[in-house]
């Protein structure tokens, strides 16, 4: 059973940076989409990025030219790099592995950007 544990949420100032890491484990990693999504108080989820296998990215347009997602397929690990991070990034931002034999989700971990 695949599971995705993340990390490096935190609070930050506005105009600040932070690193996710989503690290996977119990499926093979290589062939799997993988995204962020965050889910703000009262807003429902929401795509943020994703990397497929091939390592072709999308981004919402809130966050385009602030935020890179990349993916280390020997570390079976992905990144959200953000950068320039304002208020509305606030939200707790969760792990996706997507395929058609199956879709995982991490816990979650939490960004407060405030000053």
């Known amino acids: 059973q695949g599971q995705l544990v993340e990390s490096g949420g935190g609070l930050v100032q506005p105009g600040g940076s932070l690193r996710l890491s989503c690290a996977a484990s119990g499926i093979i990693f290589s062939i799997y989409t993988m995204g962020w999504y965050r889910q703000a108080p009262g807003n429902q989820r929401e795509l943020v990025a994703h990397i497929t296998s091939n390592r072709n990215t999308n981004y919402a347009d809130s966050v385009k030219g602030r935020f890179t997602i990349s993916r280390d397929n020997a570390k079976n690990t992905v990144y959200l790099q953000m950068n320039s991070l304002k208020p509305e990034d606030t939200a707790v931002y969760y792990c996706?592995?997507?395929?058609?034999?199956?879709?995982?989700w991490g816990k979650g971990t939490l960004v407060t950007v405030s000053s």
């Open positions: 996706n592995a997507n395929l058609a034999a199956g879709n995982y």
